[in-house]
């Protein structure tokens, strides 16, 4: 059954989670110390994170990492074949084929991230593993398939029925308009904060519709559809990832958490950016969602439409993203 709906458009500084005690927040160089945590937080983008924040808080809940909460989360939307723009039945590129982005951070900086990858529909397990079992950070196609083989993920046929059919119907016209927002959800991204003070973030895709073979947006990319950073928060993109890309935007979005800004004034700060350098931006759609180390979290986007899942005490809730325009 569908989750019911509860959205609240929040026009103020965005409201704090209550995670932490005392006095407000300040960055001060490697002010890395988290006190006074009260209970863990999770947040996801879209609809469909809410079922990954089910899963994660319940980890969470019971004293588990950050790290399992945002990796066992997303795992849910990858392997759900109703959610077409992640995993198992996602979209394919203009050829019929399924290839699938993903990467994986912690706050201390180890990350991991597999991008054009066939045929394995657990792309961000895969991206796990580069992180704990190789000196690399990012591993890319065959070479990524053959990684997730060895490592002993099953191949298997990501084409589902019903996208093989969305698929040929837009054969039809051909017509490539990769227009991101609530109609064509886009990314499942989540990030996490743990009972021990620790964060991070997880980002996985099948990336834009009918994208041309080999196409790579910025979900994959550490930096740009991730930053994580335990002395100061972690921020996670959503939507074209092109523009995105162009920004570093999740970085940016952390950087300007470290100088001071709220989470929600920080992405509202690279969504400007985003604005600043595309001439046209009627249909382009970027969201962003920000934990800062202390609780308080934030999202933004440039059109209406972007929703974030919440997951906090006993409670889920889906919130409408404030927007630009």
């Given at each position: 059954m569908p989750q019911k709906r509860r959205t609240f458009l929040k026009t103020t500084s965005l409201g704090l989670s209550a995670l932490a005690t005392g006095t407000a927040y300040h960055c001060q160089g490697k002010n890395t110390a988290i006190t006074n945590i009260t209970h863990p937080i999770i947040i996801s983008?879209?609809?469909?994170?809410?079922a990954a924040n089910k899963v994660g808080l319940h980890i969470l809940k019971n004293k588990g990492?950050?790290?399992?909460?945002?990796?066992?989360?997303?795992?849910?939307?990858?392997?759900?074949p109703a959610v077409q723009t992640v995993g198992l039945g996602g979209f394919p590129d203009r050829e019929g084929i399924v290839t699938l982005d993903a990467c994986i951070m912690k706050g201390d900086g180890q990350c991991g991230s597999v991008a054009f990858l066939q045929d394995i529909k657990n792309p961000i397990a895969v991206a796990r593993k580069v992180m704990e079992e190789t000196p690399h950070i990012m591993i890319v196609g065959s070479g990524a398939k053959q990684f997730?083989?060895?490592?002993?993920f099953k191949e298997e046929n990501l084409l589902t029925e019903a996208s093989r059919k969305k698929y040929e119907e837009?054969?039809?016209?051909?017509?490539?308009?990769p227009k991101i927002n609530i109609e064509n959800h886009d990314t499942i991204s989540t990030l996490a904060l743990d009972a021990q003070g620790h964060l991070a973030g997880a980002c996985t895709t099948s990336g834009a519709?009918?994208?041309?073979?080999g196409r790579v947006g910025d979900s994959p990319l550490i930096a740009a559809g991730l930053f994580v950073d335990d002395e100061v928060g972690a921020a996670a993109a959503t939507g074209l990832g092109e523009a995105v890309i162009r920004t570093a935007g999740s970085a940016m979005v952390v950087e300007a958490m470290r100088h001071g800004q709220s989470p929600k004034e920080a992405c509202q700060s690279v969504c400007l950016r985003i604005k600043a350098k595309h001439k046209e931006?009627?249909?382009l759609q970027v969201g962003f969602i920000a934990l800062r180390k202390d609780g308080a979290y934030g999202a933004y986007s440039l059109q209406p439409g972007f929703t974030y899942a919440l997951g906090q005490h006993e409670t889920h809730e889906l919130y409408q993203a404030t927007s630009m325009f």
């Open positions: 983008t879209w609809d469909h994170g809410m990492s950050a790290l399992d909460a945002v990796e066992k989360g997303v795992i849910v939307v990858e392997n759900d997730a083989l060895e490592m002993g837009w054969l039809k016209t051909g017509i490539y308009k519709a009918w994208k041309m073979h931006v009627q249909d």
